[in-house]
């Protein structure tokens, strides 16, 4: 899948794969090799084959380090990609995921193994704190679902209202479900270059205009945070906001990380787009929405897409910017902002169309 996503890339941005010379990609011990799928595709010769362990948390990460050796001059064409089976290979609960991190033997004596419940943590605290209700939860996954449902790759489409929501069955509460993303198989490839080659090619050329990270407490789920309420994106944001002179109202839409709908309902307040806590009613009065504030996840995200680590949301970014997106194009879409990860460690970049 690494191999077929980075030649679909390829063909796409227009450059052959003799010219790639860096492959870069982030996995958890589930992933095909950066030098591996480099040969498979027919580049031979790489100045820069990265492997970076790691969840979604870094699915920001991984492109600002391709990003920063091609401006660093150590590659001049870079393919990130990150493939993995996350429905039918290596699933979370299991003796091997648990192996897979040091601080989880200490965590799986209590049965505390899951995304779920360390999210689940964090969900508890925002209803203690801001008073979040179900319902609030529930408009995040209808908005996102009704996205989905102009997809065709997305993987429900169905539409999506309160009563089948909360109909749904507990996971870990607060979460139900529908309010956790989906398990799959898949894999994304982008490429990334100089700007000076990418006006020669093809596509609308798509740069990075903003970028800020936070790993907070070492990225550790087990071992506390310092205020469960809010996320990584509370350090992240400043960092990104600080790189930029561009802010919240620049962006057009926003491809928020959505593993669950508490990560969503902790970075849409923490990166701007409304007061911390109001959330729920962000989405309730449709101002995540075509015609609202911002369009968040138009491809229906990781809730109801698929889950490909968060790099999907950056497939969807670049082609909103291109005007690519089909029936469910944001009008006039110049500025993306693109978060990843949930809990203590993620980060943030905006990406802008050059014109």
Known sequence: ???????????????????VDGVLDFHTNDSAAA??????????DLGVALDLSGGGNIAV???????????AGHCTTAVVFRSFNGRSGNRYGTKASIQLRSDMQFAALSGYVVPSMWLAAFGQRQ???YGVTDEDYGHIAITTRRHAVANEHAMQRKPLDMDAYLASPWINEPFRMLDCCLET?????LVITTLDRAKDLPQTPIRVVGFGEAHTNGGSWTGGFPDYSEMYSAYAAKRLWNSTDLRPSDM??????????????????DFGFCDKGETGAFYAEGRATYGGDVVVNPHGGLLSEGYIHGLN???EAV??????AGVRQVENATNALVTAGAGPGGGALIYQAVR
């Open 319 to 324: 082609l909103q910017l291109r005007a690519q």
């Open 1 to 19: 899948m690494a191999a077929e996503a980075a030649r679909r890339a390829l063909a796409d941005a227009g450059i052959p794969a003799h010219e």
């Open 252 to 269: 057009d839409l926003a491809l928020m990380y959505d593993c669950f709908t508490a990560t969503t309902f902790a970075t849409v307040g």
């Open 185 to 189: 198989d898949g894999a994304v490839a």
């Open 35 to 44: 030098a591996d799928v480099g040969r498979a595709i027919g580049a031979l």
């Open 61 to 71: 990460t991984v492109v600002g380090q391709a990003v920063a050796a091609v401006q």
């Open 127 to 129: 209803r203690h704190v």
């Open 313 to 315: 949301h950056h497939y």
